[in-house]
């Protein structure tokens, strides 16, 4: 539910985006600004703004339009797509994000590296993808998205499959990936599907402690369970960004770079606007 104070935080900030509300603040921009690649020495003088490119990107992610329907004065969206790739083959969104994350757990008088995750998946249509698979259990033909988030929900890491991948076979990709970008998690969360042989193995030689949250035998309709429900606002939060209601590009890169693009908006704008 809004309040009135978090009503007036929103208009304030409403008034320093330069025409949507997906536009970066200058605040906001001065957070990551100096990571943005530098021009070159040598050649023509670089002409791309990329605020600008940015911006067009946030728009595209948060109001799920299409690349050929940007708005003009974002400029040419052939070269906002061919920068977006750019950036994204440079790992740009992902430091972004992981620097982003970094801040606002220290402003939340946490450690910057967290100890300790929720992992889970969500199967979304994906009606462009190359390949694609079919989830029984949802009854979706697309992909998966398997997660892990710290215990307040800010994202960890993400692996993209077809949707016909199982959760425990997808988290194994998950568990790698953390100790590589997190090494100080140790214990994870997760529900009764991760609960499979190999995927223990696996985290037991990662040196992971993964605690199975289940539901009650005798419980009827919905209830919150401890830690689970942590993720799910995750996807929540997620598909808040149109674009990522379901899985619209082709390659799994693309997709990788938009979910960065939506979750590191979310922290980038809690740091600069707390």
Request: charged share 30%.
């Amino acid at each position: 539910m809004w309040t009135e104070q978090s009503r007036g935080r929103m208009a304030q900030i409403a008034k320093k985006t330069k025409r949507y509300p997906s536009d970066l603040t200058d605040e906001e921009w001065e957070q990551f600004a100096p990571l943005m690649p530098k021009p070159g020495r040598r050649g023509r003088p670089r002409e791309v703004d990329f605020r600008e490119v940015v911006n067009a990107v946030r728009y595209l992610v948060r109001s799920g339009c299409g690349w050929r329907m940007l708005p003009i004065h974002f400029g040419p969206w052939q070269t906002v797509y061919g920068w977006f790739r750019e950036l994204a083959r440079r790992f740009l969104f992902q430091t972004i994000h992981d620097v982003a994350l970094m801040l606002d757990r220290e402003r939340a008088g946490r450690e910057a590296s967290p100890t300790a995750g929720v992992i889970d998946s969500q199967s979304v249509k994906a009606p462009q993808a190359e390949t694609r698979g079919y989830d029984a259990g949802k009854k979706i033909v697309g992909r998966k998205r398997h997660i892990a988030v710290d215990t307040n929900g800010r994202l960890l890491m993400v692996n993209l499959t077809t949707a016909d991948i199982s959760d425990s076979a997808g988290a194994q990709a998950i568990l790698d990936g953390i100790r590589k970008r997190w090494p100080w998690v140790k214990h994870l969360f997760a529900d009764g599907a991760y609960d499979r042989l190999k995927l223990i193995d696996k985290a037991t030689y990662l040196d992971f402690v993964v605690e199975i949250i289940r539901r009650s035998d005798d419980q009827k309709g919905f209830q919150i369970l401890p830690r689970r429900w942590v993720v799910e606002r995750t996807f929540g939060w997620m598909t808040r960004w149109r674009r990522l209601v379901r899985d619209n590009e082709q390659r799994i890169d693309v997709s990788h770079a938009m979910i960065l693009v939506a979750m590191g908006g979310n922290l980038i704008r809690r740091n600069a606007h707390p």
